[in-house]
């Protein structure tokens, strides 16, 4: 009996036959991809000045906004590019001192006791000034910078082997 099977006939519980997969070209949409990284750049935004009020290190939003604003490209732009990797990361860099702006300028509109425009514009006057220690902010940016560096690269890593 032995004899009459093949190795052809004889398949290995839980081994799955070999399928021949046509990989489908997408085509990456920038514009959605832009606003797809606005929007998770948002979110990491949110997450960072929230923190910030409850008197945590918000620097750990900053992975959150490494991660959020390149799979908010990808999810709208449906592929990452160069091209895309180059506007999410001016975006995220943008919206990282954004972040880091407001915060500081809810705490000046709680002590001025001015509105939350006012007191996030009046941020760098009272740095140029010395109302607000800079070496302070500057550690703060640095550190959101660093954290959100610590979200992208991963990101984009995992990102650009799959589209290998």
């Known amino acids: 009996m032995e004899e009459n099977l093949k190795n052809d006939d004889v398949q290995i519980v839980g081994e799955e036959p070999e399928v021949e997969t046509a990989m489908v070209d997408v ?21 960072i000045v929230l923190l910030n009020q409850f008197g945590y290190i918000a620097s750990i939003c900053g992975v959150v906004m490494g991660i959020c604003t390149f799979k908010g490209y990808v999810l709208l732009g449906k592929k990452m590019s160069i091209k895309g990797l180059i506007f999410s990361g001016i975006i995220m860099l943008v919206m990282v001192y954004f972040s880091n702006m407001v915060s ?13 425009l006012t007191g996030t514009f009046a941020v760098n006057y009272l740095i140029v000034e010395g109302g607000i220690d800079a070496a302070a902010y500057v550690k703060d940016l640095f550190m959101l910078v660093v954290f959100t560096a610590i979200g992208a690269v991963p990101t984009v890593k995992e990102r650009f082997k799959q589209n290998k």
Do not use: P
Not at 106 to 116: K, R
């Open 27 to 47: 085509k990456e949409r920038v514009l959605l991809g832009i606003i797809g990284a606005f929007l998770g750049s948002l979110i990491g935004a949110i997450c």
């Open 104 to 116: 500081y300028g809810l705490a000046v509109a709680e002590y001025y006791q001015v509105d939350i």
